[in-house]
């Protein structure tokens, strides 16, 4: 109408980001650790410590790190997800095909991902299987976590004892379900928390293995074993945890 007034709002933009840089040894150290490679996809052993993604204070992850390696790729993005302080196989996809046929193989439980991990105290050898249901919370301060609850979905993680030390219990540990922290709360949930789990162990518990020498999260993705999206070649890939790994286990042998 004549007279009218209008008013638009004003468009909010978001700031560009600059560019990330990554010095050049940082990236020939990411490539030493890829253990799997061809046209459509990628298998590497994260390290501990380093998140797979930018985001919630964290500016950079794996993912941005490969992609500053490697200007000239057209497509890199992960496959699925490892916790911050959880290293070993990651997937990455180099097409957008493969991340649809991979994502869609893990949904299908074509994929295993096979972990070790060092628990807190004797883990019972007739518990292979547990099927706790997990319940994914928030805090008040945004903090993310996970507790076994009937209102939970539905989860299986398969365990083998591989190695017993004094107070500690090196286990295999086999997600079937690929929930949340579902390794971290089903060891919790029988009493045999992870060591250096600093969102599931007790203070006791972290006080002790930090005096032990045992100062990082026990958790490693040591194999990948799949079938190729297009060769349908099996394809199994092995992790090496790392000399700090080693080293801690050392420790608890002289125990």
Not at 50 to 60: F, R
Not at 127 to 141: D, E, F, G
Not at 142 to 153: A, C, D, F
Request: hydrophobic share 40%; charged share 25%.
């Amino acid at each position: 109408m004549a007279g009218d007034l209008i008013r638009i709002p004003p468009v909010r933009t978001s700031e560009a980001r600059a560019p990330v840089v990554i010095k050049p040894e940082f990236a020939s150290s990411l490539e030493s650790r890829i253990l799997f490679e061809d046209d459509g996809m990628l298998i590497i052993n994260k390290p501990y410590g380093m998140a797979v993604h930018g985001g919630s204070g964290v500016s950079l992850g794996l993912i941005e790190a490969l992609r500053a390696a490697r200007p000239d790729a057209h497509f890199l993005e992960l496959v699925h997800r490892l916790d911050k302080d959880t290293s070993g196989c990651l997937m990455v996809a180099k097409k957008r095909s493969f991340l649809k046929q991979l994502q869609q193989a893990i949904k299908d439980k074509q994929v295993a991902k096979i972990y070790q991990c060092l628990v807190v105290g004797e883990w019972p050898e007739d518990i292979t299987r547990v099927t706790a249901p997990l319940l994914k919370l928030s805090r008040q301060s945004g903090e993310r976590y996970v507790k076994v609850s009937v209102e939970g979905k539905p989860c299986l993680t398969t365990f083998e004892v591989l190695q017993r030390y004094r107070g500690y219990t090196l286990l295999k540990a086999s997600p079937v379900t690929g929930r949340t922290h579902q390794i971290r709360v089903h060891c919790q949930f029988n009493r045999c928390p992870i060591v250096g789990d600093d969102k599931y162990c007790s203070e006791a518990d972290l006080e002790l293995a930090n005096r032990t020498g045992l100062d990082r999260l026990f958790l490693h993705a040591i194999r990948l074993e799949l079938t190729h999206p297009l060769s349908n070649e099996q394809i199994m890939v092995d992790a090496d945890p790392g000399d700090k790994w080693y080293a801690g286990l050392e420790l608890l042998e002289q125990l």
